[in-house]
C-alpha cells in the first residue's frame, strides 16, 4: 500500500515522476505528492485525491525543474487524509525530503525523542521521524555524510519500510527496504535510475531492473552503489530484464483498466498454462508425496485456492488444507518438514502471505508460489514459484489473474493424476471460450443485467460444490466496486439462516453449471424464488425457475472459470451505471503491504 517512486537522471524528474505515481495509483490514491531537488532549496507539491487527475505539465510550473526527486501515492495509515500527512515528508531545514512505504512501529519513542531535541512535528504520520532522523544525525555528528546519516536512521527504525531520500546539498538520493517492495529501474543512459513500487510505474523508460533484499539499501550519485543496510559492506548484482511491456500498463482503446483486463483474459489463460511441463509435474508429484498440503492466499487469491481444493477433490480424490493467510499462524502446531505450502498471489507482495511464509520457513515447510509480479518478496521467499504470466495488473480488482490462479491449480490438478495433457487441451478450449465471454456482443445481456440491478442495495449469489467458491468471488468483485452489499453462500446454508433476508424482488444470483450440484441448487433457487427472490440464472442451459439468464459454456471441472467472467463483466458495469471508479475502489489498494 502506497506507491513510492524515486528519478536520479538528466532529464527533468517531475513529468517522469507523475507518470509513473499514475501508475501506481492502484496501490494508494488519498492523496500524492512530489519533492524535487533544487539547486537552492527542494520544492514540493502536495495534493488529495488521485493523481490520476493530475496534468503533468500545468502543475509542473509550481515545482522547479530539477532533474532528482521523489514521489508518493499514499493509502492511509497513520493519519488522516490531509496535506500534512501527505508525503514526501521534509526535515526542518527544507533539504531532505522522504517518501515511506511501511509503518514504522516506533514512531511514537522516536518522535518523543526528536520532540524532546526541538523538532516540530507538522504531521501525525509514522514516516515524519525520518527525515528528521537524518537531519539529527547531520547536525550531530561532524563530516558525517548523507549515506551514513541514512544508515544510522535505518538502525533505529523498527517495523517495515521502503524508503527513498533525496538530499539538496549531497545532491544524492538513496533508498532502503524492508518487507515493503522497492524495485529499481537501470535507465538507458548512463547515469539514470528510476526506483519504485513496482515494475509497471517505469516499463515505458527502461525494461532493466535490480530487485533490492531487505536490509539493502541503494545510493545513486552518478552511479549506483548497494549495500548491506547493516554491516555497511558492499553488495555486486546484476540488472534482471523484465518480459512486460509498456502497452500492457497503458489502458489502450479502453476507458478503464478493468474492462482491458477483462478482456485479455483469453490470452492470459493460455500464458498461465504455458508452462514447463517437468516443473508442473514435479509439483503435482510433491503435492502427491506430501504429508499434507497447504494453500495459503487472501482475498480472490484466496477464493481461487478454495474454488481449486474442489477441483483436486474431483480429479484427483485430493485433500487440500485452504487457509485465509491472516489466519495460518493458528495452522503452525500441524506442520512438519514433509508438509508443501503453496502460496498463491497475485502482487507476492501481501503482508499476510509473507507472514505464514515466515510462520511456516520455521517449521521447515518447503514452500512453492503461484505469483504474478516477477521479483516480487514472495518468490524471493519461496523454494520454486510458477509466474502467472498475466501481464500487470493495474485495475485494483483481481480479474485476469484470478482466472490465471485458476488455470494454474487446474492444470496441476490434472497433473497429480497423469493427466498434464489433458488438463491442458481442456484449459485451450477454456480460454476460447473466454473470448467468446468477453467480446463485446456477448456482454449486452450482462449489460442489461447490470442495467436492473443498478439501484439494488443487497444481492446474494449462491452455488454448491465447486461454484460454492465463485459465489463467494462474486461477492466481492460486486461489493468492492459497485458497494451494492453483496453476499455469496453455499447454496445449502440458506435454510440455516440467510433464507431470512430473502423479501420480493431481492435480486439473487444462481449458479448453476451442469453437474452434480444442478438439481439441488435449482431447488435452493425455488426456495428463495418461492419467497420473492428475483433469480439470476448463470448455467449452461436456461430453466423457468430463472427470471434472468446468462448463459455459459459447460467446460466440465473447468466450469469456475467461465462462470466468473459474466460476472466480472456485470461488476463493471454495475460500477459504471453506479458512478464508481471500478480501478479505484473507495478504501483499496492493490497490494496489501500492511497486516
Ligand atoms: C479483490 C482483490 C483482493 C486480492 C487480495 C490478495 O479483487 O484484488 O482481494 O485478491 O488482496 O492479493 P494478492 O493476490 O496480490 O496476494
Not at 92 to 117: M, T
Not at 364 to 381: A, D, F, Q, T, Y
Amino acid at each position: 500500500m502506497c506507491g513510492i517512486v524515486g528519478y536520479k537522471g538528466k532529464r527533468e524528474a517531475y513529468p517522469i515522476i507523475v507518470d509513473s505515481l499514475k501508475i501506481l495509483e492502484y496501490r494508494g490514491y488519498d492523496s500524492w505528492g512530489v519533492a524535487i531537488s533544487g539547486n537552492l532549496s527542494t520544492s514540493v507539491i502536495k495534493e488529495i485525491g488521485m493523481i490520476g487527475d493530475a496534468d503533468s505539465l500545468g502543475d509542473a510550473s509550481k515545482i522547479n525543474r530539477g532533474t532528482m526527486g521523489i514521489g508518493h501515492t499514499r493509502w492511509a495509515t497513520h493519519g488522516t487524509v490531509t496535506i500534512e500527512n501527505s508525503h514526501p515528508h521534509l526535515s526542518s531545514d527544507g533539504k531532505i525530503a522522504v517518501v515511506h512505504n511501511g509503518i514504522i512501529e516506533n514512531y511514537q519513542a522516536l518522535r518523543k525523542n526528536l520532540k524532546k531535541k526541538g523538532y516540530v512535528f507538522k504531521s501525525e504520520t509514522d514516516s515524519e521521524v525520518i527525515p528528521y532522523l537524518i537531519e539529527d544525525f547531520l547536525k550531530n555528528k561532524k563530516g558525517i555524510s548523507f549515506e551514513d546519516a541514512f544508515r544510522k536512521t535505518l538502525s533505529l527504525l523498527e517495523g517495515t519500510y521502503a524508503i527513498v531520500a533525496i538530499h539538496d546539498g549531497f545532491d544524492t538520493m538513496i533508498c532502503a527496504r524492508k518487507d515493503s517492495p522497492i524495485v529499481i529501474g537501470v535507465g538507458v543512459d548512463a547515469g539514470e535510475y528510476i526506483i519504485a513500487s513496482d515494475v509497471p510505474a517505469f516499463i515505458e523508460h527502461t525494461k532493466n531492473v535490480v530487485f533490492l533484499e531487505n536490509r539493502e539499501m541503494a545510493v545513486f550519485n552518478g552511479d549506483m552503489k548497494i549495500i548491506c543496510s547493516v554491516t555497511g559492506k558492499i553488495i555486486t548484482k546484476k540488472s534482471q530484464v523484465i518480459d512486460w511491456d509498456i502497452e500492457q500498463a497503458k489502458k489502450g482503446e479502453f476507458k478503464y483498466y478493468m474492462l482491458k483486463e477483462i478482456s485479455e483474459q483469453k490470452e492470459t489463460i493460455n500464458k498461465a498454462i504455458h508452462q514447463d511441463d517437468k516443473v508442473i509435474q514435479d509439483i503435482a508429484d510433491a503435492i502427491n508425496e506430501s504429508y499434507g498440503t497447504f494453500f495459503i492466499a487472501s482475498g480472490s487469491s484466496y477464493h481461487a485456492a478454495l474454488s481449486a481444493s474442489y477441483t483436486f477433490s474431483r480429479i484427483a480424490k485430493k485433500h487440500i488444507n485452504v487457509v485465509d493467510s491472516s489466519e495460518f499462524p493458528n495452522y503452525e502446531h500441524f506442520l512438519t518438514p514433509q508438509t508443501l505450502m503453496i502460496t498463491i498471489s497475485q502482487s507476492g507482495e501481501t503482508a499476510d502471505v509473507l507472514d505464514a511464509v515466515k510462520v511456516a520457513k520455521k517449521k521447515g515447510v518447503k514452500i512453492l508460489s503461484i505469483v504474478n509480479v516477477m521479483g516480487s518478496s514472495l518468490m524471493r521467499n519461496s523454494d520454486h514459484s510458477l509466474l502467472m504470466n498475466a501481464g500487470p495488473e493495474i485495475c485494483v480488482l483481481s480479474t485476469k489473474s484470478y482466472t490465471s490462479q485458476l488455470s494454474i491449480l487446474t492444470l496441476l490438478a490434472y497433473a497429480s493424476v497423469g493427466k498434464l495433457d489433458e488438463g491442458k487441451a481442456l484449459l485451450r478450449c477454456v480460454a476460447n471460450h473466454v473470448g467468446e465471454l468477453t467480446d463485446p456482443k456477448t456482454i449486452l445481456s450482462t449489460v442489461e443485467v447490470a442495467s436492473y440491478l443498478k439501484d439494488k442495495e443487497h444481492l446474494y449469489i449462491i452455488g454448491r460444490g465447486q461454484s460454492y467458491p465463485t459465489a463467494l468471488e462474486a461477492a466481492l468483485k460486486i461489493k468492492e466496486v459497485s458497494y451494492i452489499h453483496a453476499e455469496g453462500f453455499a447454496g445449502g446454508t440458506l435454510k440455516h439462516g440467510p433464507i431470512a433476508l430473502i423479501e420480493k424482488g431481492t435480486p439473487c444470483i444462481v449458479f448453476a453449471p451442469n453437474d452434480e450440484t444442478k438439481k439441488e441448487i435449482l431447488s435452493n433457487a425455488m426456495e428463495i424464488k418461492s419467497r420473492g427472490a428475483h433469480i439470476i440464472g448463470v448455467s449452461d442451459k436456461d430453466n423457468e425457475i430463472f427470471d434472468d439468464f446468462i448463459k455459459v459454456p459447460d467446460v466440465g471441472h473447468a466450469s469456475p472459470i467461465c462462470d466468473i467472467i459474466p460476472i466480472q463483466v456485470l461488476s463493471y458495469y454495475l460500477a459504471i451505471f453506479r458512478g464508481c471508479n471500478p480501478d479505484r475502489p473507495r478504501n483499496l489498494a492493490k497490494s496489501v503491504t500492511v497486516k
